[in-house]
């Protein structure tokens, strides 16, 4: 895979500011068909992930008020962007390393993209790519 992240990723995601509630979180990935929005500051400067399992997880089944409730407080913080110029093979990597199926795309520290292993596996249809994409499904 010779491709680069910025070939693939969808760019301008929609994201959340770190004051939104997890309220608005959950109906911006219901309206976009999503199950994650990267959270950023006011200068667009990524501060985490918010997933559909973080709002399950660390506020339904704790028995938070979603509308009460900011993304800051749940987000996950810990999490491994990806850069344009990145080669899709790394990125690919990064996401079987971490398990996770989509990462953030930042230039200059601001969110530009979401790459989605569904779109590396659009992008490079080759057996690399199955076996890996393979991997960021298999629980550990």
Known sequence: MAKQ???AMTANPHTLQLDASVAEAAKAM???DVGSLPVVDV??????MITDRDIVVRVVAMGKNP???RVDEVATKDV?????????DE?????AQRQVR??????????????AQADIAHAAKDKKTGQ???EISQTR
């Open 5 to 7: 992240v910025r070939e």
């Open 30 to 32: 219901a309206e976009a």
């Open 43 to 48: 200068d667009g400067i990524l501060f985490g």
């Open 67 to 69: 509308s009460a409730t």
């Open 80 to 88: 491994s962007p990806a850069y344009p110029d990145d080669s899709l």
């Open 91 to 95: 990125a690919l990597t990064s996401m």
């Open 102 to 115: 989509r990462l953030p795309v930042v230039e200059n520290e601001r969110v530009i993209g979401i790459l």
């Open 132 to 134: 890996l994409v393979e």
